[in-house]
């Protein structure tokens, strides 16, 4: 099975003419005339929910971190180990030069003074807009000084490890430019249908009218599991939680599941979000069913890497999953994706390029909102692929955003798409080497950075950030 297959079109000059005016025209700029249309099978030849061989993976585990881009952790990485990475620019001494305006003055890039992370930065629709500034990314230091901060392999050795180890992705891109719960929503369902901001409310909303990769999955069989910490983070789409209790479990049974080999098809794993932010006490809202695992809703610091938390923290975590899942009697079977929501607020370089809108519903906008739609993707986050068959130590320039993960599972199952956004995603396949197993005995990576003895240097003050000429 080819990519062409995976990416077969749709009846497009066709499909476009019935569309509504300024839905079909940003469609057209997006993607051209040859789209392949929602509840479309990704391979027509073949039955819906029949698993392809040619896909050299059984179960695919999704680790969806919080709030950061890829410069802000993956920045230095072309003089850690991979110098094929779309990091930095640097001097001769090997500091990064990239920088904002700010006062009049460009501003460079810098150092964090800890794991631990400013409090005000921020990548609301609006911010996020400023920051990328019609592509110019030069609106970041403006939103704030800590959107300049980035860390380094000795912060973050394992995430360096991962990358270097890995095939790394040097243009994977949030779905939206905004926050972190329309962005989760297009993970589960290729649409934010609406959504711009981490609103509590909005986990009682509807489910999308295209429905969720979830009812794809069920209605062909194919198994699949949330595990979560403390809140499940499908229940960003409240009914998700509702109509499918017994598919929550806690995190413990993960372990519990890769040491037996008895992993779902799609496993959906969860760190610690914590019930004091605003994500945490957005997923603490979601009515649950009695037949669903208890959630805990205590105060905790949360262990997803949203600032102002101990990033370290986060990184033990996924730290643990990954091994977990290599040292499973799974492992020559599965694929991992390790990746965030949103960039957090934090710099990249890269400007998003359009993308091609999910569905025909605009960004519910208030009257100081900047005018957008979801026609352009975010700025890129870290994204790495682990699997026997990932290519080591490589990079893909393919773009993808947060659907290309719901392409993959479709392509890999013939499901049918959700909206225009993931029947159009490229999917995973060039992260693979599709006939060889280059990790069939998994590697040593690197150990997390020591969250605790981190603690004690935790510092939340915005840096100084220094005029570029100095």
Not at 318 to 323: I, K, L, P
Request: charged share 15%.
């Amino acid at each position: 099975m080819t990519r062409r297959a995976l990416l077969r079109a749709g009846a497009g000059a066709a499909l476009a003419a019935s569309l509504p005016l300024g839905f079909a025209d940003a469609l057209a700029r997006a993607a051209g005339p040859a789209l392949r249309k929602p509840d479309s099978l990704p391979d027509p030849s073949r039955p819906a929910g029949v698993p392809t061989a040619a896909l050299p993976f059984d179960h695919v585990v999704i680790v969806m971190m919080e709030n950061h881009s890829f410069d802000n952790y993956l920045g230095m990485l072309p003089l850690r180990g991979q110098r094929r990475a779309d990091g930095f620019t640097f001097d001769r001494g090997g500091t990064p030069i990239n920088t904002n305006p700010l006062n009049g003055e460009d501003v460079r890039v810098v150092h964090a003074q800890s794991t631990c992370q400013p409090i005000g930065v921020t990548q609301s629709w609006n911010a996020t807009h400023e920051q990328i500034d019609g592509g110019r990314m030069d609106g970041f230091a403006r939103t704030d000084p800590g959107s300049m901060e980035y860390w380094t392999d000795a912060d973050i050795p394992f995430y360096y490890s991962l990358a270097r180890t890995f095939t790394v992705a040097n243009r994977w891109f949030c779905s939206a430019p905004c926050q972190t719960f329309p962005n989760r929503r297009f993970l589960l369902a290729a649409t934010a249908y609406g959504l711009i901001s981490t609103d509590t409310s909005s986990v009682l909303d509807p489910p999308p009218p295209g429905g969720t990769i979830f009812d794809r999955l069920a209605s062909y069989g194919v198994s699949w599991r949330n595990y979560f910490t403390d809140l499940p983070g499908v229940g960003v789409i409240g009914s998700v939680v509702q109509k499918y209790p017994t598919n929550l479990a806690p995190i413990a049974r993960f372990f519990t599941d890769c040491a037996a080999g008895s992993l779902p098809a799609v496993s959906f794993v969860d760190p610690e979000f914590g019930a004091t932010n605003d994500v945490g006490s957005a997923l603490s809202a979601v009515p649950v069913p009695q037949t669903a695992p208890a959630i805990d809703t205590a105060e905790t610091q949360g262990g997803d890497e949203e600032n102002p938390q101990n990033i370290s923290y986060g990184e033990d975590f996924v730290s643990s999953v990954v091994n977990a899942v290599m040292s499973s009697p799974a492992w020559p079977r599965t694929l991992l994706v390790w990746t965030y929501d949103e960039h957090g607020g934090y710099y990249d370089h890269v400007p998003p390029p359009a993308a091609i809108p999910p569905d025909s519903i605009p960004p519910k906008l208030g009257p100081g909102d900047v005018p957008g739609g979801y026609d352009i993707y975010g700025p890129r986050v870290p994204t790495v692929v682990v699997s026997p068959h990932s290519r080591p130590n490589a990079v893909t320039n393919v773009v993808h955003d947060h659907t290309s993960i719901l392409a993959t599972i479709e392509a890999k199952w013939n499901l049918p798409a959700c909206t225009y956004r993931d029947a159009n995603a490229t999917t995973l396949v060039d992260f693979l080497d599709l006939k060889h197993a280059a990790f069939a005995e998994p590697p040593a990576l690197a150990a997390p950075a020591d969250a605790a003895a981190n603690d004690a240097t935790c510092s939340y003050a915005e840096p100084q950030l220094q005029p570029a000429g100095r």
